[in-house]
Each structure stands twice: as C-alpha cells, then as structure tokens.
C-alpha cells in the first residue's frame, strides 16, 4: 500500500470523531487564526488544510478560550480561509535528532531544507524544554578556544559559558560568528540564524562559513520574512539539537543571531495575542522568553554549550531594555563598536568595554597578569588617545604613557585579525606574552586547554557529512515562506493534502 494510501485512511481515521481531533477555522484577524474545536492543548502542533493550494499549513495553539481554539502559523496564512480544517496532531513540537545532523541546514520547525533527504530518526527532542537543573550543572573549569585572538586572549570564555555579542548594525557580528564557527576547537557548531534577511544566510552559508565549517556545523535558519511563530520556534529548535549533542557528552558552541529578533518575534506575538507593552514597546513574555532560552545553553552532567549570542544595540545604548536584561542573564559580553569598524579595526571588539566573567575560573595567575597588563596599557592609550594623536603629549613627560604608546603598535597587531585567518591558542598566548612582556609558562594555560584532543566525535566522523556536502552540489531550497499561492477558483492541486507542503 503506498504511503499515500495509508495518508489518506489516517486522515479518514482522524476525522472520523470531528468534535476530539479537527475543527474548523472560524476567524482570522492578523497573526492569530481561531478555530471551533479541536480539542487540543497549549502548545500542540495542529494542520491547517489550505483549500486553494491543497497544502497544509503547521500551526500551533497558542491559546484556548471557552468556545474558540487560538493557533499561529509557522507559515504565512495565505489561503487559509474561514472553514478550513484544523486536525490536531497530539503532539507537540520536537525536532529528530542524530549525528546526520552535521553539515544540516534545517527550518524552523527542525525540517531539512538543504534538499539532502530527511533526517530518519527515531529520537526527537523536544524544542521547548526546560534548563538543566542548577545543581546538575558541572563547574566551568576549561577554556573553550575560539580561534579569533582578541577573545582568546584577552576575553577568554569557558566551555559551557553564555556570553553576548553586542554591537550597532552591519559592524560584524555575523562576521565574528562565521570566524568562531571555523576556528573553535569545540566538538560542534549549533548556528541559529534567527530573523536574518534570506540573502545573508546564503552568504554566511558559503562565504562566512564555508564547506569546512559546515561539516561540523548544523544550522537552524528562520528568516525575517517567516512568520514570528516560525523565529520563535527557530531558535527553540536550535536550543534541542544544541542539547542533544549536549547529551551525547559533546562540547557545543551555539551561535544565535540574534536575540534581538527573537525577542521582537516574541513581542509581535504577544501583542497579538492582547498582552499589554511595557518596556519601550515589549510585551512582558519577551522578558520571560529570553531566560527560559539563554538558560538552555551552558553545561550539564553530560557536556557543555557555550552559548554566543549577538544583541543589537542601536546607537551603541547598552541600557536599551533588551541589551540590559539579556547582560544580566549572560556570563560576560563583548562590545563590538562601530568607532574600530570605521578605522577598519577588524574584528572591532572593543576590549576595554567587554568582559568575560568566567575569565578568572578559565585562565592561570600569569596569564590573569598579562592579560592585566594590556587592559592597563590600552586604558591608559585611550585616556591619551586626543592629546597623543594631535602631537601634545611630549616624550618622557609620563612612564606609564610613553609604555603605552610603545605597545600600541603590538597591540594593534594581536587585535586585528583578518577573517580568514586562524589563531592557534599557542601562538595567541605567545602573542599575549609579548605585548604584555610578561612571560607565560605552558603550565599556566595549557592545564585550562584541552589539548588532548575532543571530547567527543561524531560516530561516522565528520568527513563524511563534509564528502556529502561536497558531492550533493545542491541549492537551498527556497525559504519557506514563499508558499506558491495558487490563483483564486479551481485548479489543480499541487500537493496532497497531509504533505508537508510549506517547505
Ligand atoms: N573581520 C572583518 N574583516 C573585514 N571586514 C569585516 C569584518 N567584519 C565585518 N566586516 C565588514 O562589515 C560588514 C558587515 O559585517 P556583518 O554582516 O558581519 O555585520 P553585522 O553586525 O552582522 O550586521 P547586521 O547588523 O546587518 O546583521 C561586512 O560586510 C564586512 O564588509
Ligand atoms: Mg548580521
């Protein structure tokens, strides 16, 4: 009997108790379908059938009141008109994970859109799930390497520490990403790429991170032409398959951009869904929304996330409310200003107004020294920047200025790092050494690098999933939101209804 078959009698089964398992669309005002029936909970993926096109469109309960069913779309709402059928499908939403998700670009609902065949997996994950309890939590005690040197050796992080990027438009931060996804030593890459305009994936995809980087990287891609439901859950989804790596004892490097965009998916939705904005316009569950997804990332009994989150800031305003509660929740931030993005400062991390709060768990007394001695240099060098650069500071009138103006060049040097070049943790300590003068013996940091070798490699090796890509010579499938609406009246169908017809 061919899978259409059985489709086709399920469907019959699950309609056959209409009130239990279908409803029908009865309203649907802005982002927010309501239905008669069916009878499902909060939080539960349902089918909606789209009678023009044949396809279905996903949606999920966001709300129940006495007579009425409240979804949203992961897809646009085209097509869906009063009347449509509604079937619960009693689950609620989880993603299928393995090891074949390396070198993946999945949507927001954890399907394949690479055109490379599903994911057959038995084990799903759930993508809204809760943090790993406090107490399960293992101690931060090794240093996660991320190949860009300015972090590295100065802003060192910890494997399983949270850390936020934050920086104005178009100064780098997908860049920064890109450079950290191809150079970390950690196990995996997790890269959510959450609201970004479509042309940009394509172009982090094969310019940023290349066919190396992809092989040991999943990517969950939302766009911002997807409904907020769809960023939303994106970034759930990229939390799941970051856990399950988690569990299989890998060490994870998530890398969500950005947090901003999931905060303002979560807003649309909650304004539509009638709750009040507080702060500057955001509605009290993007204040809850961003913990409950930060708190995902970070270590458990098994392995570790590291979690790297870019953040918006317009104008540079770190207060602004989304900047200020997401600082509060994460171990450390790095600012990255438009000011060393203009001088062509590249990556333009601004060091002095960064911080890594794990530093001191991550890094041995000498290296803390050196790493000292540089923020010392480059304060006093900023302090002095005006007068030095008009030529009013002469020569020998301060110790401490003329060390500082000495050191700027090295400094300089070790900061700026081209994008395609790779800093071995080595050299980066060695370079940390001489700008700083102070010597730093292998036995301060090595201890905290875990040189050994990884903690954990996929079974069938990463090569495989990189031959793969190389072979499969595919195109991303387009996003998914482009649903080819067919002209009003009747025409042919273009899929079966039950086919996942929004991917
Ligand atoms: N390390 C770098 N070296 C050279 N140029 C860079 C570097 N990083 C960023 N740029 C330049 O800055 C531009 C914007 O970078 P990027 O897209 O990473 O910024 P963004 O902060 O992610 O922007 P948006 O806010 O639009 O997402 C790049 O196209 C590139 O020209
Ligand atoms: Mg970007």
Known sequence: MSLDLI?????????????????????????????????????????????????????????????????????????????????????????????????????????????????????????????????????ITKRVVTGVRSIDGLLPLGKGQRIGVFAGSGVGKSTLLGMIARNTDADVNVIALIGERGREVRDFIENDLGEEGLARSVLIVSTSDTPPLARLRGAYVAAAVAEYFRDQGADVMLLF???TRFARAQREIGLAAGEPPATRGYTPSVFDSMPRLLERAGTSDKGTITGVFTILVDGDDM????????????????????????RYHYPAVDVLKSISRLSPAVTGPITQKAMGAVRKLMAVYAENEDMISIGAYQKGADKGIDAAIAAREGVEAFLNQAVGERAPIGETMAGLAAISGVEIPASDWEPFADLAGPSWTPPGGYARSARA??????????????????????????????EAGTA
């Open 7 to 139: 489709g086709k009698y399920l469907d019959a089964v699950e309609t056959a108790d209409p009130i239990k398992y279908a409803g029908r669309v009865t309203r649907v005002q802005g982002l927010l379908v309501e239905s008669e029936g069916p009878q499902a909970v909060v939080g539960e993926v349902c089918k909606i059938l789209v009678p023009r096109t044949g396809k279905t469109a996903w949606a999920e309960v966001v709300g129940l009141r006495k007579d009425a069913v409240q979804l949203m779309s992961y897809s646009p709402l085209d097509g869906i008109e009063v009347g449509s059928r509604v079937i619960a499908t009693g689950e609620l939403l989880s993603v299928p994970v393995s090891e074949r998700l390396l070198g993946r670009v999945l949507d927001s609902m954890g399907r394949p859109t690479d055109g490379k065949g599903d994911i057959a997996s038995p084990t799903r994950y759930p993508a809204v799930a809760a943090p790993p309890d406090a107490l399960t939590r293992r101690r």
């Open 257 to 259: 951009d950005s947090v």
């Open 319 to 342: 207060d602004e409310p989304i900047a200020d509660t997401v600082r509060g929740i994460l171990d450390g931030h790095v600012v990255l200003t438009r000011k060393l993005a203009e």
């Open 469 to 498: 890509e190389a072979e499969a010579d595919v195109e991303l499938a387009p996003p998914r939101s482009t649903i080819p609406v067919a002209p009003a009246g009747p025409g042919p169908a273009e899929a079966a209804p039950g």
